[in-house]
C-alpha cells in the first residue's frame, strides 16, 4: 500500500480483504479497553476495562457454540469485498457464557498477567491491590497482594524466578514472592530516578531487568540476594523495615515489609511473641512508642497508623484520615505541655496530628484540622523523616532535601533550611539530596557555635549537615560521614549527646564524638566503624543504660552491638547471650554473611581485582582510613 509520512500502512477495511486474514468483532465490554493480550498457547483473548461488570475477560479466540456459523458469515462478507462502511457497521456479537469467562472487580481492572505454567492470573488497578485468580474461576481471588499507595499501572509475572513485578503511578516498583505472597523488594522512585508518567514496562529474564518506558528509559537490574548459606542466621523471613526497644519491658520489637510484627526479649535475643502478617494488614513502614514504653505504633503503607498491646497482639485503634491516604513515612509521640499526640508524616507531604485519648473506644480515630502554616507553606514533596526537640520544636525533612522547624505551641514554621551542594557535587547528575534522618543536637558542646539547639541531618553522598536552630537558622557546616560515600540513612545519639551514630545505605556504622566537631573542618575522623549489615539499615538506636547499640536492615536481621562495635548477637540466633557477661557475645566473631561479602574487604593492592570493590571504597580516603581496615581485615582472618 501506498506509504504515509514514509511509514507503510494499511487500512483496516483492505486488510479484511486479504484471504489470510480473519476479520473477527466481539462485544466484551462497555468502557474504555486498559489492556489487551492474545496467548497463542491458550488460544484465549484477554482484556480488561474499567468497567466492573466486565472488568477483565478471558475469552475463546474462535467460538465454540453455533456462533461458528455467524463468524463464517462475517469471513464471507469480508472476502466479497463489500465497502468498509458496511463491513463495520454490523452490530458486534456478544460471547456465549460458554466461550468466556468474566470477572467483575471493584474499579475495574487497568493491568494484567497470565501464567501458564502457575495457572496464575493478576490483576491490578485503581484501588491499589494485586489480585491473584484461578483463570478458570472468576468467583473470589485466591490471595490479594497489598501495599501499593497509588494505582498499579502495570504488572508482570516472571515464572522462572517465581516473582511478581509491580509498579504503580508513583513509580513505585515491588517484586513479589509468587508462592509466599509476600513483598521481597520495594524500589523508592527517588533511588531509581523514574520520573514522568509511565507508559510502558517489560520484564527481560535473559537480563534480569526491569524496564520502563516514562520521561525517560529506566533499567533496574534484579540483584539476587544470595541463597541462605548455613552460617546465616536470620531474625525474619523478608526485610526488616523498622526496629525498636521499649525501655519499660526490656524487649525489642520489629516489622517487616509483610506487616509480621516480632517481639524479642532484649536480655537474651529470644523471640517472645509475634503477631500480624495477615493479607488485610499493609507492609509496616515505621514505629514508635508511648512515652511508657506500653504502647506501640506503627505506621503503614496505606497511609494508616495502629496503636498496639505489643505483648498481645491486640489493635486498640487504627488512626487515619478520610479519603485517600499515602504512605507513612515517620511517627513519633509527642508532648505539648500535659497533652500527649501521635504525629506522623509520610507521601501526603503533611503532618498529621492525633490526639492521644486512651479512654476514647473509637476504633477509628481521624487527626485533628491541619496546622495553617502547614497548609499554606508547608513541604512540597514527600516528607520522610521527623525528630523533636522538648518542649517546642519538631523537625521535619523531605525528598527535595527541605528541612522545616515548626513550633508545635504555635503550629507556626520556626526556620527552613535546603541541603547545600557543595563545589564537587554542582555535576553530580541525579545527586540525591533526600533527608531519611535528622536528629536534634542540645548540649554545651554547642556553644562553640553560638547556639544552643541544633540539628544534623544526612545529605548528600555520604555527608551530614550541621544547622543553627535559633535565631532564624542558618547552615553551620558539613562533614562527609560515610567513609565510601553512601547515602545515610539513620542517625542517632547518646542521652548527653556525647557520641553520635550513624548507619550508611551498605550497612557500616560510624561513632563520632561531639567533642571533635569542628564547623572549619570537612572532615571528621570517627571514633569508630564497622560493618553490621550487608544492605539498607533501616533502625539505628542506642540503649544508654545498657551502653548498646540495636540495628535493624533490610538483610532480613535484627542485630545488638557494644558501643564499641563489638558483635553481640542476632535475634533470633540459637544461642542465647546476656547482655553483661561479654563471654555470652559472638564478638570477636561477625556476621558470617559480612564476612564473607565483598564491600567488607579491605583496600589492597592483592585484593584490588576489578570486583564492585573499586567503586565502594572512596578513593579520597587517607592512608590513615586505610590502615583501619586493614587491621578490620587482619582481625577477620584470624576469626577465618
Known amino acids: 500500500m501506498p506509504k504515509t509520512k514514509t511509514i507503510p500502512n494499511i487500512a483496516i477495511d483492505h486488510a479484511v480483504l486479504s484471504p489470510n486474514v480473519a476479520f473477527i468483532r466481539w462485544k466484551v465490554h462497555h468502557d474504555w479497553v486498559t489492556q489487551i493480550k492474545y496467548f497463542h498457547s491458550l488460544q484465549v483473548v484477554v482484556s480488561s476495562s474499567n468497567e466492573e461488570s466486565s472488568s477483565l475477560v478471558i475469552g475463546c479466540l474462535l467460538p465454540l457454540t453455533d456462533a461458528e456459523q455467524q463468524l463464517s458469515e462475517i469471513k464471507e462478507t469480508c472476502y466479497e469485498g463489500k465497502s468498509k462502511k458496511i463491513q463495520l457497521s454490523w452490530t458486534p456479537q456478544v460471547r456465549a457464557s460458554c466461550d468466556q469467562t468474566v470477572f467483575s472487580i471493584y474499579k475495574g481492572v487497568r493491568t494484567f498477567d497470565l501464567c501458564q505454567k502457575h495457572r496464575l492470573l493478576i490483576t491490578g488497578g485503581m484501588d491499589k491491590l494485586i489480585r491473584l485468580w484461578n483463570p478458570h474461576y472468576s468467583g473470589k481471588p485466591t490471595g490479594i497482594l497489598k501495599g501499593h499507595s497509588a494505582p498499579i499501572v502495570s504488572i508482570r509475572i516472571s515464572s522462572e524466578d517465581n516473582q511478581i513485578f509491580s509498579v504503580s503511578t508513583d513509580c513505585t516498583v515491588k517484586i513479589w514472592h509468587l508462592q509466599d505472597q509476600c513483598c521481597l523488594f520495594t524500589a523508592d522512585p527517588k533511588a531509581s530516578r523514574i520520573h514522568g508518567d509511565i507508559s510502558a514496562c517489560a520484564y527481560s529474564t535473559a537480563m534480569k531487568s526491569l524496564y520502563i518506558a516514562a520521561d525517560c528509559m529506566t533499567m533496574l537490574p534484579l ?204 555535576d553530580v547528575k541525579g545527586l540525591d539530596t533526600s533527608v531519611p534522618s535528622i536528629v536534634f543536637l542540645k548540649d554545651s558542646y554547642l ?116 558501643a564499641q562495635g563489638e558483635f553481640i548477637g542476632t535475634f533470633g540466633q540459637a544461642e542465647s547471650w546476656s547482655i553483661h557477661i561479654s563471654s555470652s557475645w559472638i564478638h570477636p566473631g561477625v556476621p558470617f554473611e559480612v564476612l564473607t561479602d565483598p564491600l567488607s574487604m579491605p583496600d589492597h593492592e592483592i585484593l584490588n581485582v576489578k570486583t564492585g570493590l573499586s567503586q565502594a571504597i572512596n578513593p579520597d580516603m587517607t592512608e590513615e582510613d586505610r590502615g583501619e581496615l586493614k587491621v578490620n581485615c587482619i582481625i577477620s582472618q584470624k576469626l577465618t
Open 223 to 426: 540483584k539476587l540476594r544470595q541463597r541462605l548459606h548455613r552460617h546465616f542466621t536470620v531474625s525474619h523471613n523478608e526485610p526488616v523495615s523498622c526496629c525498636g526497644y521499649s525501655k519499660e519491658f526490656r524487649q525489642v520489637v520489629s516489622c517487616t515489609e509483610g506487616s509480621v510484627v516480632r517481639v524479642w526479649d532484649f536480655d537474651t535475643g529470644c523471640q517472645r511473641f509475634e503477631f500480624g502478617g495477615t493479607r488485610e494488614l499493609s507492609s509496616i513502614t515505621c514505629l514508635t512508642f508511648d512515652p511508657k514504653g506500653r504502647r506501640l505504633v506503627t505506621g503503614g503503607r496505606d497511609g494508616s497508623l495502629k496503636i498496639w498491646n505489643f505483648n498481645n497482639g491486640l489493635c486498640l485503634k487504627t488512626l487515619k484520615k478520610d479519603g485517600e491516604c499515602r504512605e507513612v513515612c515517620d511517627c513519633i509521640f509527642l508532648q505539648v505541655h500535659r497533652n500527649f499526640y501521635v504525629m506522623s508524616v509520610g507521601r501526603d507531604r503533611k503532618i498529621d496530628i492525633y490526639p492521644d485519648i486512651p479512654e476514647d473506644l473509637h476504633h477509628v480515630q481521624r487527626p485533628q484540622a491541619s496546622w495553617q502554616d502547614d497548609l499554606k507553606n508547608g513541604h512540597k514533596d514527600d516528607i520522610l523523616c521527623m525528630a523533636q526537640c522538648p518542649p517546642s520544636f519538631v523537625a521535619t525533612g523531605s525528598s527535595d532535601g527541605e528541612i522545616i522547624v515548626w513550633n508545635v505551641d504555635s503550629g507556626r514554621i520556626q526556620c527552613r533550611f535546603v541541603s547545600p551542594i557543595v563545589a564537587e557535587q554542582q
Open 447 to 562: 556553644k562553640q557555635f553560638s547556639s544552643t539547639t541544633a540539628l544534623l541531618s544526612s545529605g548528600a553522598e555520604g555527608c551530614v549537615n550541621l544547622w543553627n536552630v535559633i535565631g532564624g537558622g542558618k547552615f553551620v557546616s558539613s562533614f562527609k560521614a560515610s567513609k565510601f560515600q553512601q547515602k545515610i540513612t539513620k542517625l542517632a545519639k547518646t542521652e548527653k549527646d556525647v557520641l553520635l551514630y550513624m548507619a550508611d545505605r551498605i550497612g557500616y556504622i560510624y561513632v563520632y564524638s561531639m567533642e571533635k566537631l569542628d564547623p572549619e573542618k570537612t572532615s571528621l575522623r570517627a571514633e569508630t566503624f564497622w560493618r553490621a549489615h550487608t544492605n539498607t539499615v533501616t533502625g539505628l538506636h542506642v540503649v544508654d543504660n545498657d551502653q548498646v547499640v540495636l540495628t535493624s536492615s533490610t538483610d532480613y536481621t535484627v542485630r545488638l552491638w557494644s
